[in-house]
């Protein structure tokens, strides 16, 4: 937790940051409903509403929120309450894909609020996959209707402004969450003899369209890609190296339906897990699954996150995701130098300048650097901070 002259300190900074920005106003600002935060609690107030983004704006610059979020829905009334008498109109679909939901193995390397480079890169992997194989083929979005920005910590808000969707019900929303999550898809919809013994095991061809040949082009692409792509699939190393031994056999089979060219001893446990493994991974705890709740508030692309001091920023295109880098086009406070006190952190990179690691170290390090690691909770403020405030 931070002290009131940490707390003072970076209600500064995110003041002079909030005093010389663009235009963060989400579409429709009129109708939408905002909520703050403050070092404790993401949401601490909400049901504000601003005519436009001035107002937004000279709030902001005001007030120093460490937390900004807005609805997903545009409302009538989005200062209205209760929620049923805000009126509302139809929400934006989002997901959020964040790396504590993703199996990684770094997670059990590191504490579990440190976000390491393999945390980032894991996030993006999975909003692509996310946007590549399920937004796009399955559901028919345009890449313009789909708009991703960083979370500001370990993870990624995907965004589908589209007609069709924002009318969506929440009903329809789980529809779609359960169905790029893998949850409640029959095997036997695609493995019509899956349980019957003696008999073979047919299966989806690749050109099959939604799940079945999504499954099929994954273990496809994963065998010819080796041992580690199976094991990635969460197939144990001895099977793997069995797949691939006999993978010329296992494709030409899975391309015309035969999956019956490996001897697999509890088939429907097997590739249901192959299949969770390609499905998306989001969190089910469902106050954390924005995509399913039409009244749901999330970061306004473009604020402050809290927890770090970085920009939850709206990368330019989906196209340019894979150069985003969530360390460096993140940055919103200055680079003048402040002591800080580090508990144990590992090295760490920023703005392409890796720093630790350190172990209960006395460090100066520019003001961006020094506050990711005191917001995050791996380091206190040291000496007089009270004068500065404009790093
Ligand atoms: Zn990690």
Not at 203 to 220: C, F
Not at 226 to 253: H, N, P, W, Y
Not at 371 to 380: E, I, Q
Request: with cysteine.
């Amino acid at each position: 937790m931070l002290g009131e002259s940490e707390s003072r300190f970076f209600k500064r900074l995110i003041a002079s940051f909030y005093s010389n920005i663009g235009n963060i106003a989400p579409r429709n600002i009129k109708a939408r409903e905002f909520g703050f935060g403050d070092f404790e609690r993401k949401i601490r107030y909400r049901h504000y509403a601003f005519r436009d983004e001035g107002q937004l704006r000279n709030y902001l610059a005001k007030e120093a929120p460490p937390f900004v979020s807005y609805s997903l829905a545009e409302y009538e009334r989005p200062d209205g309450r209760p929620m049923e008498g805000k009126g509302w109109l139809g929400a934006d679909l989002v997901f959020d894909i964040d790396a504590s939901d993703l199996k990684l193995k770094c997670r059990s390397e590191h504490a579990n609020s440190w976000v390491c480079s393999k945390c980032l890169d894991g996030a993006k992997a999975e909003t692509t996959k996310l946007v590549e194989e399920f937004l796009i083929p399955d559901f028919g979005f345009a890449e313009k209707d789909i708009s991703v920005n960083f979370s500001g910590n370990r993870g990624y808000h995907i965004h589908v402004e589209n007609a069709d969707a924002f009318k969506l019900s929440g009903d329809a929303r789980k529809q779609i969450s359960d169905y790029i999550t893998g949850n409640s898809i029959m095997l036997t919809s695609f493995f019509p003899t899956l349980g019957r013994r003696g008999v073979r095991l047919d299966g989806p061809k690749p050109a099959d369209s939604g799940w079945g040949g999504k499954l099929a082009n994954g273990v496809i692409k994963a065998v010819n890609s080796g041992i580690s792509s199976l094991m990635d699939l969460g197939i144990e190393k001895r099977d793997a190296q069995m797949l691939t031994r006999k993978s010329a056999e296992v494709v030409l089979g899975i391309s015309t339906g035969n999956w019956d060219k490996i001897n697999i001893p509890k088939k429907g446990e097997f590739w249901a897990n192959v299949l969770k493994n390609i499905a998306i991974k989001q969190s089910d705890a469902i106050d954390r699954n924005v995509s399913t709740d039409i009244h749901h508030l999330i970061r306004l692309p473009g604020t402050i996150h809290g927890d770090t001091g970085l920009v939850a920023k709206k990368v330019k295109s989906f196209k340019v995701l894979a150069e985003f880098d969530p360390m460096k086009d993140t940055i919103a406070f200055g680079d003048s130098p402040v002591s800080i006190k580090t508990a144990k952190v590992p090295a760490f990179t920023m703005a392409g300048t890796t720093y630790g690691p350190y172990e209960n170290t006395e460090v100066k390090l520019p003001a961006y650097v020094a506050s990711y690691l005191v917001l995050k909770g791996f380091a206190s403020l040291k000496g007089k901070t009270s004068k500065e405030g404009t790093v």
